[in-house]
Every structure is written in structure tokens, then in C-alpha cells.
């Protein structure tokens, strides 16, 4: 079994558990030369996050840079050629689902059908409060909206939905997204998010789970799923950095040579993991894209479980 390999972009989001000082400096064209430094790595996505407005209490940990995923995506689509675009994670409950399938329909018949949109529930109370939208309903508005996100994003150009949130049909929406079946990831770590994912989704994007816990987590899943259907599992790694670092990278950080990082991450594929997001430690933007060419060219090649 091998491992798709996707990341997280820098700069468009900067919360202080991941971000790298360096990043507070960066801009639109960092952004760019990550992305085609993926594309060209080998990697499966970049992912970009989505957050409307920080509230005060929290902008110290997790600032508020946050750029819009669907403009972000659009934008590095248009610079790149293969890599996938993926939302990670769209709180879509914040939106009614028409207007989420129109920007992301868009998105993928721009990108040639790069799209992977992961949804989640979100966490901001005050974002929904601003927005108008039902804070403590936020679980059962997202299960409805993935289904009516099912119809809207589907190959119908008048797709109908009726439920106890949102009722729609005979409204007509072109350009109709490039593929076929847009995958649908559920974010999110929670009982309920795991569930979710097992019984809507087409992939499952966990929440920080520490490796020991993946294993229980992916049965849960598995045994919630029970049809065989495929689900795409993922985890996010530790934070890597390939080679021997000469500045103190964190007692966390995965470090050393190319066989040594792939072995330790051949064991995600042994638990039932089928994509890992892995992120690396950096000082400057020629670092991390140095860091993200040697891992495609040397540790990607060895992420088959059967090297």
C-alpha cells in the first residue's frame, strides 16, 4: 500500500500552533512559489483553511490571517498544472449550500477538476453569531448541508434538495463542477465528526490525533462505514524535517535521512491511513520548498509499504 503525501500551504493561515515566524512577512507571491513547488514535488494537494472573522479573545492564538479558500485555491489553480486543490476544512455550515456549490462547482470546472472540498463544523462561536447562523445547531445544519452540497455539486444543472434547514429546486446553476462526483472529505476528530465521515463522507480528515489514537479511531470508522465503500483516510504527521537540522527544530519533529522518515511513515499506512498531510519546519520560504523537493524526490518514492 502507498501513501499520498499533500500539504497544508503556509501564510494563508497563521494560527501560532503551526505557523513559522517567517510567515508573518510572506504574502501572495510566497504563496505561488510553494504551490508550484508541490505541484512539481510530487505532492497529492494543497489545502487551504477557512475562517470569516477571528474574534479578539482568540486573535492571539490564532491570529487573523486567514485567507478565503475558494479565491485562494482559484488563484493558485491558475498557476499550477496537477496538484489538487483542497478545501481543509470549508465551514460550510456558515453559508447556504447554493451559494457554497456555486463557488466550488466554479472552482473545479476552472482547475480542470482539481477540487477536493473537506467540510467541517466549526468551532467560532462568533463567527456564527455574526453571520446569523444557529451556533449549537452547527452538527445537524452541516449533516443536511453535505447532503444538499451532494445534489448542488452533482451532474444535475437544477439539483433539488428538501430538508428541515434548506429547501431548493428548479434554480439552475452552470458551470457544472469537471468531475463527475466531487470527493467530499469530513474533517474533525469529535465522535460525532468521526460518524459523520463514516456514514457521508469520501474521506476523513482527523483533527490533530496523535498516532496512538488513529488505530481505534480508523476501527470506529471502518466499522460505522460497514458497506465497503471506499473512504479515503488521513492523518496529519508530525512535523518533519528531512536530513539533520542545524537549529533546534523541536523535540517532536521527525528528522533524518530520507529511509529513516519513511520508514516512520510507512507505519500510517500500516494502521489503514491512505493520505498523510505532513508539514515541515522552516526558517524562510527557499527552506521549506527545499524541504518539500527533497521529500518528494527522496521520501516519497519510499512511502510503498512494500519498500
Do not use: N
Not at 174 to 194: D, M, Y
Not at 261 to 276: F, H, N
Amino acid at each position: 500500500m502507498s501513501l499520498d503525501y499533500g500539504i497544508q500551504l503556509p501564510v494563508q493561515s497563521q494560527s501560532t500552533i503551526y505557523a513559522e515566524p517567517w510567515e508573518a512577512d510572506a504574502g501572495p507571491a510566497d504563496l505561488v512559489e510553494v504551490a508550484r513547488a508541490a505541484d512539481r514535488a510530487g505532492f497529492a494537494y494543497v489545502a487551504a483553511c477557512d475562517h470569516v472573522a477571528i474574534p479578539r479573545r482568540l486573535a492571539d492564538a490564532m491570529s487573523t490571517v486567514w485567507y478565503d479558500p475558494v479565491a485562494t485555491l482559484a488563484h493558485l489553480a491558475a498557476v499550477t498544472a496537477r496538484v489538487r486543490l483542497l478545501a481543509h476544512v470549508a465551514v460550510v455550515g456558515l453559508r447556504h449550500p447554493l451559494l457554497t456549490a456555486k463557488q466550488y462547482a466554479t472552482l473545479d470546472h476552472l482547475s480542470g477538476g482539481r477540487l477536493i472540498l473537506g467540510v467541517g463544523a466549526g468551532h467560532v462561536r462568533e463567527e456564527f453569531e455574526a453571520l446569523g447562523v444557529d451556533f449549537e445547531r452547527r452538527g445537524a445544519v452541516l449533516d443536511e448541508t453535505i447532503d444538499a452540497l451532494r445534489a448542488a455539486l452533482g451532474p444535475q444543472e437544477y439539483p433539488s434538495h428538501h430538508g428541515k434547514s434548506f429547501d431548493f429546486e428548479g434554480l439552475g446553476q452552470r458551470p457544472r463542477p469537471a468531475q463527475e462526483r466531487v470527493p467530499l472529505w469530513v474533517g474533525g476528530s469529535s465522535p460525532a465528526a468521526v460518524r459523520r465521515a463514516a456514514l457521508k463522507g469520501d474521506g476523513w480528515l482527523p483533527q490533530g490525533d496523535p498516532r496512538e489514537r488513529l488505530p481505534g479511531q480508523i476501527e470506529t470508522l471502518r466499522r460505522l462505514r460497514g458497506d465497503g465503500a471506499p473512504l479515503t483516510v488521513g492523518a496529519i504527521t508530525e512535523p518533519l524535517y528531512v536530513g539533520t537540522p542545524g537549529w533546534e527544530v523541536g523535540r517532536r519533529t521527525l528528522t533524518g535521512p530520507p529511509e529513516v522518515l519513511a520508514e516512520s511513515l510507512r507505519a500510517y499506512a500500516a494502521m489503514g491511513v491512505d493520505q498523510i498531510q505532513v508539514r515541515f519546519r522552516s526558517r524562510d520560504r527557499g527552506e521549506l520548498i527545499d524541504q518539500m523537493s527533497l521529500f518528494g524526490s527522496e521520501v516519497g518514492p519510499l512511502l510503498d509499504s512494500g519498500s
